[in-house]
């Protein structure tokens, strides 16, 4: 069990006054020490009064507000769904349902999670026997709404978990329904990685007068290293097979933008006889679990996956997070990457980066506030592509390893060689999944007036037709995982 540093007052958990059946249930977890938005979150919750978290993922959120809808829930009725916490996906709703069953078992408190993807009769028979949690995703929550298979007139408590993401998601609307639905509500706490303007707005709308509570906004956790790989799209597979066989990885997420790519590549890894499974929406939810529990309990060491289906995945020794492709938006990225260095582990990084990479890898690194890393895997044939065409801002020192040289201030990257795309580059335009910020704004098209290098040497093969640029590409779609 990790240690978390001392928060602000260095309180423990005896001192945050939670009741013997709750305390006597943190304990079982191990946990000793409050993390720093449990120990913020706690008190203001336990008052009773509206909450904005803002806090990245990984720093305990779920106890923080699970602890205080327990207190609050042991007085008063049983029966009655009183507390209800919508999370963007199912993944995260089910985690979340753990947490609560698990603080939750020294008391008469029963829990249910709803989310879709999976029958509706099991959840509808749960409600039925009664419960006081509701963990739900929000379309099939609204689902049993209209089925008239819940009720949650007399919820008193409504928490927001990953709120950024479920605007993202394009579920604005339907939290906004669930938020009228729940109008007796006595406490409403949002939780977030960012504070967008669409929480900025939704906040002001719907909390009464909140504390906020703020911890490590913005930037990832301190406890993960990052390193930039600069490679083309056509070298992704082989530089990640050589650093899966030779960095002393030990669990590894690999991230892909779209849910084709994530099967292809899982597919091919396993081919190749790693035991990896695939995380994506286009799998049943029964398969998407089994691949989360192999990952945990040790039968796979690699989860390939795309950023929707693994929101909020909580699994707490990922020594490694490897972007095969480039996020979409830098909290994309943030929140890929807090899939490592949870709990005050450490973990590594790694982002595989195309020249059109660059604009978002410049906003990474605002927000980092440094430079991230340019690492070559040492050994590996690059062909006749040469990594250092991706210069780094300004004037700075090259942390490349066994480089110790100042690099000169250097122009804008523009890419030396037009990188072919391959048939997945194409593909995922078509594919999105979940991807909700146009693609234009991290993805600027690249124009080269360099002629193409590619005269059948490049390790691309002979040279391709270049597919052609869709005039007008299709905005990527909301795919509710
Ligand atoms: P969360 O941000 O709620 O997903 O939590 C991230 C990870 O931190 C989970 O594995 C939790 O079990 C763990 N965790 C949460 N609170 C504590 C704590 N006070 N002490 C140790 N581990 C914790």
């Known amino acids: 069990m990790a240690q978390w540093s001392q928060g602000v007052q260095s309180l423990n958990f005896e001192q945050l006054n939670l009741s013997k059946r709750v305390l006597d249930a943190v304990r079982d977890t191990g946990y000793t020490t409050p993390t720093p938005i449990q120990e913020q979150a706690i008190p203001v919750a336990l008052e009773g009064r ?74 509808v028979k749960k409600l039925n026997r009664g419960a006081e949690i509701v963990v739900a995703c929000p379309g099939r929550l609204l689902d049993h709404v209209r089925d008239g298979s819940i009720d949650i007139s007399k919820v008193e408590v409504l928490v927001l978990d990953e709120a950024d993401t479920m605007c993202d998601m394009g579920f604005l609307p339907d939290i906004r329904r669930i938020l009228n639905l729940v109008q007796n509500r006595k406490q409403t706490m949002f939780f977030a990685a ?45 530089l990640l097979m050589e650093i899966l ?5 030990g669990r590894v997420m690999v991230f892909t933008r779209t849910k084709h790519r994530a099967r292809r590549l899982a597919g091919d890894l396993e081919n190749k006889k790693y035991r990896v499974a695939a995380l994506q929406g286009n799998m049943a939810q029964n398969k998407r679990q089994q691949s989360i529990n192999g990952f945990r309990n040790g039968k796979y060491d690699i989860l390939v996956a795309t950023d929707v289906a693994s929101r909020g995945i909580d699994v707490t020794d990922v020594s490694h997070v490897i972007n095969f492709d480039m996020p979409n938006t830098v909290d994309a990225y943030i929140h890929r990457i807090g899939r490592t260095g949870r709990a005050e582990n450490t973990g590594e990084a790694f982002t595989f980066m195309l020249p059109e990479d660059m604009t978002l ?10 430079q991230i890393e340019r690492r070559r895997q040492p050994d590996f044939a690059y062909g006749n592509f040469n990594p250092d065409v991706y210069t780094p801002r300004g004037g700075t020192k090259s942390r490349r390893r066994g480089s110790g040289r100042t690099q000169r201030q250097a122009p804008p990257p523009a890419p030396k060689q037009q990188v072919t795309r391959s048939r997945y580059g194409r593909q995922a335009q078509q594919e999105p999944d979940g991807a909700s910020t146009p693609r234009s704004e991290s993805r600027p098209a690249v124009k080269s007036t360099q002629p193409r290098p590619n005269n059948g040497n490049s390790p691309n093969g002979p040279r391709r037709r270049r597919p052609r640029r869709r005039r007008n590409p299709t905005p990527a779609t909301n795919a509710a995982d």
């Open 194 to 238: 960012t504070m967008s303007d669409d929480i900025r707005y939704l906040s002001r709308d719907m909390l009464d007068d909140p504390a906020t509570v703020q911890i490590g906004i913005i930037a990832p956790a301190k406890t993960v290293s990052h390193a930039l790989f600069p490679v083309m799209e056509a070298l992704k597979k082989q």
């Open 50 to 123: 509206d909450l904005m978290g803002l806090a990245q993922t990984g720093t305990g959120k779920t106890a923080a507000f699970m602890l205080p809808i327990l207190e609050r829930l042991l007085t008063g009725p049983l029966g009655p769904v009183r507390a209800l916490i919508v999370a963007p996906t199912r993944e995260l709703a089910e985690q979340i349902y753990e947490t609560a069953v698990e603080f939750g078992k020294y008391t008469k408190i029963r829990s249910v999670a709803i989310y879709g993807g999976v029958n509706k009769n099991p959840q």
């Open 361 to 370: 890898v410049r906003r990474i690194e605002d927000v980092l506030g440094e």
């Open 245 to 249: 066989d030779h960095t002393a990885t």
